[in-house]
Structure formats: structure tokens, C-alpha cells
């Protein structure tokens, strides 16, 4: 796989596409992009724009292996389908939208998890409008991922992009999310 197949994609799928039934996005492991219409307070004056939307954010399914030699089951379709219909907690990207969004973060159920509660649904619509996906399948996409971070500027990425101008202003927008969700009480739901 090269980089280039990834950041210069054919089609940028929609979360119709990602969500219906076959769906385009493949049962296979790989790296995905994510590409944004607009997001305020955001630098993007670095990124890599294709037919004006920015690309901002990359992943991997699955993550990379464990201390112990495991692997996730994880695939593409998982983590892209998660990430467009999924809650906070088990979606980085949702959680960064939501704080980009001005949304809450609450603690639901039991208290240990935070989810931006009833305001997923708003997050869920908004990339439906803004947010576009690419993919590229690949065996061991954890073998790629430092390179794409450190080759590409990817401000809404955290893990392993700490050189990135943004890192220290959305890592502290998300720990005072958090922070203030310590404080409220928790959500029955």
C-alpha cells in the first residue's frame, strides 16, 4: 500500500453509502481517511483538500497487536460504521466532534462511560452532511499508521501527533470535556 492510493481516493463515501445494506465499505482489515466539508476553529490550512473537503483524520481497523501477540477482529466496515453511528465512547473521532461541536460529554449508566448522550444523533447528522470517508485495505495497517500521521497534517489526530500545531488545543478542549463530565451527574442513559 502506498500513501497515495489513501490520500487520493476515487470516491468518498457518504454515511448513506457506509450505512446501507450490502454496504460498499469492506469486511477486511485497513486504514481509513477521514474528509470533512467544514469545521470551524479548525486549522486546515496544511491538509490535503479533494474536491473541496480536507482531510483531517486517519485510523486503522484493527488497532495493532497486543503485548501478548493478540489481534482485534476489528474491520473496516466496523470502525467506519462505529464512527458514523456509534457514541463517543468507543469512537476518538466522534468524541473530537462533539467537543469541536460544543456539545456535552456525560457519564451514562453506570458512571464509567461518557457519551455526548442524547446529542449523539446531532453528531451523526452533521457527518452525514460534512464528513466522507476513503479506505484502503491492508493486512497490518498499524505498519503504516506513524507514517501517514507524521507524513500527512492530520490536526484532529492525537495518538502519535504530538508535533502537530493543533495537538495541545484539542487534547485540552477534550480533557476539559471530560473534566466537566466528572462534575455533572450521570445520565440514566
Do not use: K
Not at 469545521?39 to 496544511?46: E, H, R, S
Not at 479533494?50 to 495493532?64: E, S
Not at 465512547?89 to 451514562?108: K, N, W
Amino acid at each position: 500500500m502506498t500513501i497515495s492510493t489513501l490520500i487520493e481516493p476515487h470516491h468518498l463515501c457518504t454515511r448513506a453509502e457506509a450505512l446501507e445494506c450490502p454496504s460498499s465499505v469492506p469486511h477486511m482489515p485497513g486504514v481509513y481517511a477521514w474528509w470533512f466539508a467544514e469545521l470551524a476553529n479548525v486549522p486546515t490550512g496544511d491538509a490535503l483538500v479533494r474536491d473541496g473537503l480536507r482531510l483531517l483524520y486517519v485510523g486503522i481497523a484493527p488497532r495493532a497487536p497486543t503485548a501478548d501477540g493478540s489481534i482485534s477482529r476489528r474491520t473496516l466496515r466496523d470502525r467506519i460504521r462505529y464512527h458514523y453511528r456509534g457514541n463517543a465512547e468507543g469512537s476518538t473521532l466522534r468524541l473530537t466532534l462533539g467537543c469541536l461541536l460544543g456539545l456535552e460529554l456525560r457519564r451514562v449508566g453506570s458512571g464509567r462511560r461518557m457519551t455526548f448522550s442524547a446529542d449523539e444523533a446531532s453528531i451523526s447528522e452533521w457527518m452525514a452532511t460534512n464528513a466522507f470517508v476513503s479506505w484502503v485495505t491492508y493486512d497490518r495497517p498499524w505498519e503504516v499508521e506513524r507514517q501517514l500521521i507524521s507524513e500527512v497534517s492530520l490536526p484532529l489526530n492525537l495518538d502519535m501527533n504530538q508535533s502537530h500545531p493543533y495537538w495541545h488545543v484539542l487534547s485540552q478542549l477534550r480533557r476539559q470535556a471530560r473534566q466537566q463530565a466528572r462534575e455533572l451527574p450521570v445520565v440514566a442513559r
